[in-house]
């Protein structure tokens, strides 16, 4: 049973900073971290940060600057660094992999139950 598993996030004050990991358990032989996503309630889940193909970190608008992303693939882990936080980072976030289960496999895209980060003026 492979499983993605967010930590760190509950309730801050505007203007704190936080850090989401993101840790991967189970059996495969290959893992790729792809990134951070978050839904606010009665919205539709949006990118936050995201590594590109070559490994580089794409970031949306709302948080450039402010957020950084970054992963350990052999340690399974994934980080967001979140500084000055804002009440519209209000939202669940989500981690997502692509990982190969079994050599000769094809690769899948695996998301994590998501962590609420709640930020209050």
């Known amino acids: 049973q492979l499983q993605l598993v967010e930590s760190g996030g509950v309730l801050f004050q505007s203007g704190s900073s936080l850090r989401l990991s993101c840790s991967a358990s189970?059996?495969?032989?290959?893992?790729?971290?792809m990134g951070w996503y978050r839904q606010a309630p009665w919205k539709d889940r949006e990118l936050v940060a995201t590594?590109?193909?070559?490994?580089?970190?794409n970031y949306a608008y709302s948080v450039l600057g402010r957020f950084a992303i970054s992963r350990d693939n052999t340690k399974k882990i994934m980080l967001l660094q979140m500084n000055n936080l804002k009440p519209e980072d209000t939202a669940a976030y989500y981690c997502?992999?692509?990982?190969?289960?079994?050599?000769?496999?094809?690769?899948?895209?695996?998301w994590g139950q998501g962590t609420q980060v709640t930020v209050v003026s």
């Open positions: 997502t992999a692509a990982v190969r289960r079994q050599w000769g496999r094809d690769w899948r895209d695996y």
């Open positions: 590594f590109s193909s070559l490994g580089s970190p």
């Open positions: 189970g059996s495969f032989v290959s893992l790729i971290f």
